[in-house]
Structures are given as C-alpha cells and as structure tokens.
C-alpha cells in the first residue's frame, strides 16, 4: 500500500474548521484515500473515504487533489470531543482479501477552547 | 456502522501465562479479521489477519507461535497470546471486514494487556 504524509500534530479552536492535510503522491489508481480518527484509549472510528471525487458525510468532509497525489479533511465546526489522532490511509478497495489498512503516525488534533 | 466487540476489555495477568481476547462481529459476519497491536505513544501495528475456517497470515517480525489466532465462525475470532511477558503489555485492537458494506473494516474498542 502507499504511504501517507501527514503533520504530527495541529491545534484548532472550537468552533472552527479543522483542516487536516495529507500527501500520498505514490497513490495508484485503484487505492482510494481513507480516513479514521482514534480518541485516547479507543479503537479507530471511521471518518470517510473517497477515490477522487470530493465527498461530504455527517461527520467530515474530504477534499481530493485532481492529482490524487493530496488530500484534506475538513471537520467543519470542530468540538472538544473531536480531539483525537487522525489517520490518513490509502488502500486499494477491493471485493476479494486483498486491501489491509496499514497505519501511519497520524495528526494528533487539539481542539481548544 | 456495524458493531464490533472485544472481550475482555483489560486483563491483567502474570508473567509465563496465557491470555485470550476475543473479537466478535456482532451484527455482521466478517469472513476476515485483522488483528493490531499498539504500543504508548505509537500507531497501530498490524499483526496478522484471520481468515475464517483457515489459517491466519501473519506480518512479518510476528511469532505465529506466540499468538495463536482462530477464525472459527463468521463472527468470532480469538487472539491467545501464549507465555505472556511484561514486554507483551499492550493494547490490542481487532477489526472486522463486512462484504454487506463494500469490505468497509470495522474496529474493535480494544484490550488493554498488562503482563505483571
């Protein structure tokens, strides 16, 4: 599977938008971009996936380069409780056994108030 | 999203003894499971991944004789880490894989191991 870039570490103020990069320039064109977030203690909780479309949930949004080679989740209005690390993870999506999410470092988002 | 649980939720045990986890799907069958391990401080580390009704595949660097897993139904698998040591401490996260959902994974809420 690819590898993902992405910032140790960013704060964001309650309220605002939390916008969270990630660099995946070695992406093919079968591997769709995931996101999970894991709150201290947790297990990861899905955020939403995309292939290059942008795509919109309940819970984020995803913003797709036209190059597929970047990416960026939007949490639109951040609260306290969406402090947590966020994983960015390109993996193929496939119908058979294939397509294991492998974990990179992650961001670590604070939200603050 | 579908439901994913893991049993026990911390276990205590003491060094040279064994420890069972299990991870179920509960809403769902999962023919595949993943299994992670994830130290302090660090990111999920993927041990093997549990096929139901054969063997596991481990990652590289994973003794399959120190953790013996078992995919024995489509909603049941166990992670038993044999001979615990203190360097075993960890947490241990499952996943499950749902076909009725595009393959989307799952993850558990994990076990905290602590080998005294």
């Known amino acids: 599977d690819a590898k993902t870039t992405q910032p140790t570490s960013m704060d964001c103020a309650e309220g605002r938008a939390a916008n969270l990069p990630c660099n995946h320039s070695?992406?093919?064109?079968?591997?769709?971009v995931y996101w999970y977030r894991q709150i201290h203690s947790q297990g990861p909780q899905y955020i939403i996936h995309g292939l290059k479309n942008n795509e919109t949930n309940e819970m984020a949004s995803l913003i797709i380069t036209e190059d597929r080679k970047s990416s960026t989740l939007i949490l639109p209005h951040a609260t306290l409780r969406d402090t947590a690390v966020y994983y960015c993870?390109?993996?193929?999506?496939?119908?058979?056994?294939?397509?294991?999410?492998?974990f990179g470092q992650g961001t670590e988002l604070s939200v603050k108030p | 999203g579908a439901v994913v649980s893991q049993h026990p939720s911390w276990v205590i045990c003491k060094s040279g003894t064994s420890v069972k986890i299990e991870c179920r799907s509960l809403d769902f069958q999962a023919t595949t499971m993943f299994w992670y391990r994830q130290f302090p401080k660090q990111s999920l580390m993927l041990m093997a991944t549990?096929?139901?009704?054969?063997?596991?595949?481990?990652e590289q660097g994973v003794e399959k004789d120190k953790f013996l897993i078992n995919h024995a139904s489509l909603t049941l698998s166990t992670l038993t880490v044999t001979s615990a040591h203190p360097e075993d401490s960890s947490f241990y996260i499952c996943?499950?894989?749902?076909?009725?959902?595009?393959?989307?994974?799952?993850f558990g809420p994990g076990t905290r191991l602590t080998v005294l």
């Open positions: 993870i390109v993996r193929a999506r496939t119908n058979n056994q294939g397509g294991k999410l492998i």
């Open positions: 996943s499950a894989r749902d076909r009725t959902r595009s393959n989307e994974q799952f």
């Open positions: 549990s096929n139901e009704g054969s063997k596991a595949t481990y």
């Open positions: 070695t992406i093919s064109g079968n591997e769709y």
